[in-house]
């Protein structure tokens, strides 16, 4: 097993504790010589909500508990995995966090931000040299969306263009088998 399915695997049981919990289904794990350094997942979705919070994403999660570590990180060697591809406030607060490398499981067709043309912005974000991996575990982590999207009770982007590419996927995926 390599390291990049490793951890995306430890990323997706963030998202499945989320998922228990009601919200939507993404978990994040930031990773630094072998070791986990942090771990969030998506907060602020629950049915109960009147209000979606829009800043619980599991990234920032992640991000903020890195402020708390008692020991060295070093952003440059760090890689950080999520179950859902970053949106574009996640994407600037990794470029920002200085990490090189974003190992995704599934894609966000409707709100994702890694596929930016960095070329025309300032040097900060034009020259991140960040590597971007997509589609690690994609499927485990589609058929959880796929699970998410499925429960009546949950209305967070119910009937949005993420929710019906996701239940196109995992019918497409079906039918292939």
Not at 38 to 66: M, N, P, V
Not at 126 to 136: Q, T
Not at 166 to 175: A, D, P, R, V
């Amino acid at each position: 097993m390599s390291d990049d399915v490793y951890y995306m695997g430890l990323a997706l049981e963030q998202a499945a504790n989320a998922f228990v919990g009601g919200e939507f289904p993404v978990g994040c794990v930031i990773v630094q010589g072998g070791n986990v350094m942090a771990a969030g997942k998506r907060q602020g979705t629950t049915a109960e909500k009147s209000f979606f919070s829009e800043i619980d994403h599991a990234e920032i999660r992640a991000l903020k508990a890195l402020e708390t570590l008692g020991t060295q990180f070093e952003p440059e060697n760090a890689r950080l995995y999520v179950t859902m591809e970053p949106c574009l406030m996640c994407f600037g607060a990794i470029i920002l966090s200085g990490i090189k490398k974003i190992v995704y499981a599934f894609e966000d067709p409707m709100g994702g931000g890694t596929h930016c043309d960095l070329s025309g912005l300032p040097p900060l974000y034009e020259k991140c040299g960040i590597e971007i991996v997509p589609g690690v575990l994609r499927q485990k982590s589609l058929d959880l969306f796929a699970r998410f999207f499925a429960r009546k009770e949950n209305l967070y982007w119910k009937n949005s263009y993420l929710e019906n590419y996701t239940l196109e996927q995992k019918m497409k995926g079906i039918q292939e088998k």
